[in-house]
């Protein structure tokens, strides 16, 4: 399956953004989806995953309560609204896809992955 990424922007810290992650090809695959961030100098790390039918969803600790990961399966489509955008929020998000869905997602339960699109918080 191919993933492409699209939204990413600047915005002041407080502010939102959405984005968006189109698969193509083998969508059958992509039966968990999330999204992964990696800002300069630090390792890729998880952000958010949500099942197929959408009914579970995972998110890491720093963006419960502000993020919000959803998914149109007749669009092939997941997204990610970010809400009360921090500065550390800076960083190049991925949307990844992958066959199984796990209960603490992992960089590699993913097969698939987009280019990323960066995101950038000012204070």
């Known amino acids: 399956v191919q993933l492409q990424a699209s939204g990413g922007g600047l915005r002041q810290a407080g502010g939102s953004l959405g984005l968006s992650c189109a698969a193509s090809g083998r969508t059958s695959s992509a039966y968990s989806m999330g999204w992964f961030r990696q800002a300069p100098g630090k390792e890729r790390e998880f952000v958010a995953s949500?099942?197929?039918?959408?009914?579970?969803?995972y998110y890491a600790d720093s963006v419960k309560g502000r993020f919000t990961i959803s998914r149109d399966n007749a669009k092939s489509t997941v997204y990610l609204q970010m809400n009360s955008l921090k500065p550390e929020d800076t960083a190049v998000y991925y949307c990844?896809?992958?066959?199984?869905?796990?209960?603490?997602?992992?960089?590699?339960?993913?097969?698939?992955w987009g280019q990323g699109t960066q995101v950038t918080v000012s204070s």
């Open positions: 990844a896809a992958g066959e199984v869905f796990y209960s603490d997602p992992r960089i590699s339960d993913f097969d698939s």
């Open positions: 949500i099942s197929w039918s959408g009914a579970v969803r």
